[in-house]
């Protein structure tokens, strides 16, 4: 049977001094104490769990933010090598440009009418 503890004071004078004495006591305890004693267990569990669920939320959100960062810097890279790789065939054609009109001036017969 579980027992409550139970605080009972006694004071007592003597020769004009107060003393006073605490004393514990265990009883049994009630039905309705035993009830309400485990559903403060009860709620204190609540109270942990629902701490922890805000705390892995938190870490949660955390992740969710650093994979963000994480994927913005893949796609930053991948932006970066596009760029030069696109730069990359601007020269190419640029110089085949360059190229073409060479080749045509050079093929190009004087005008006799001028």
Not at 10 to 24: A, D, H, S
Not at 78 to 98: G, N, P, S, Y
Request: with cysteine; charged share 35%; hydrophobic share 35%.
């Amino acid at each position: 049977m579980s027992q409550r503890v139970c605080f009972m004071e006694i004071e007592m004078i003597k020769g004009g001094n107060v003393y006073t004495f605490i004393r514990l006591k265990e009883e049994p305890m009630t039905e309705f104490e035993k009830l309400v004693s485990e559903q403060m267990k009860t709620m204190d569990k609540l109270l942990d769990l629902q701490s922890e669920l805000d705390r892995c939320k938190q870490i949660e959100a955390e992740l969710r933010h650093l994979e963000r960062d994480a994927r913005l810097r893949g796609i930053q890279a991948e932006i970066a090598v596009k760029r030069k790789h696109l730069a990359d065939i601007q020269d190419m054609f640029q110089k085949q440009t360059e190229q073409v009109i060479r080749s045509y001036r050079s093929s190009e017969k004087p005008s006799s009418f001028v």
